[in-house]
């Protein structure tokens, strides 16, 4: 008795989720490029990015999966979980040494944002290949884009992250500490995380001296 009206709901609201996926996919071709380029194009961007998937790593080697978030910036990067700041601390200064050590796979992280880009743009790309190569515009093309990127984006966006976004040329580098972020406190000096709380693990290059 539930499906007629049902089907009569999926093709009123079909037009929309067309035209929403499509809106994104061109958003997506527009804005995930630009993201991807912007760290490719600073080296200081690439490393710290680098030191932060280290860092992750390091402490899921340990612990097992954790929710962290973070992102890069030129003289750092920012984690958001709720594992405690000494220990974010002590992880970057592992990761740091080992990445210089040559542990190159340190700096890949399947969950990255680098990743989930480049899913989304592959995604955008076939939908729109499709369309232009079959003239046809329906959910069976959407679910057959997202099939195709989900099958390609992990090995693209590794390959994106481990030659464009990343760099373990990080022998120069050195961690200077952890400060306070967004929804941590302090007591007596010490930092303490909150349920998730923002650190930023603040690096700097040390330069090289000729003797």
């Known amino acids: 008795m539930l499906v007629f009206p049902l089907l009569i ?30 760290i490719a194009g600073d080296k200081r961007l690439r490393r710290n ?25 030129p003289d750092g990067f920012s984690i958001r979980s709720a594992v405690p700041p000494q220990l974010i601390e002590n992880a970057a200064r592992i990761g740091l040494n080992r990445m210089s050590r040559g542990e190159k796979n340190l700096a890949i992280h399947r969950r990255c944002g680098t990743s989930i880009a480049v899913a989304n743009l592959l995604s955008s790309v076939l939908f729109l290949f499709i369309i232009l190569g079959t003239g046809r515009f329906s959910l069976g093309l959407i679910l057959l884009a997202i099939i195709g990127a989900n099958m390609l984006g992990p090995l693209v966006g590794d390959y994106v992250q481990r030659y464009i976004t990343t760099s373990t040329d990080v022998q120069n580098m050195e961690i200077v500490g952890v400060e306070m972020g967004r929804g941590g406190i302090g007591i007596g000096g010490i930092l303490v995380p909150a349920t998730m709380a923002d650190y930023f693990v603040r690096t700097r290059e040390i330069p090289y001296y000729r003797k």
Not at 11 to 35: D, E, H, K, R, Y
Not at 54 to 73: C, D, R
């Open 49 to 73: 990015h680098a030191l932060e998937h280290a860092t992750i790593n390091v402490i899921e080697e340990q612990f097992g999966p954790q929710q962290m978030g973070g992102i890069a910036h």
């Open 9 to 38: 709901l999926l093709m009123l609201i079909m037009p929309f989720i067309l035209a929403g996926f499509f809106a994104q996919s061109m958003f997506t071709l527009l804005s995930a490029p630009t993201q991807i380029f912007k």
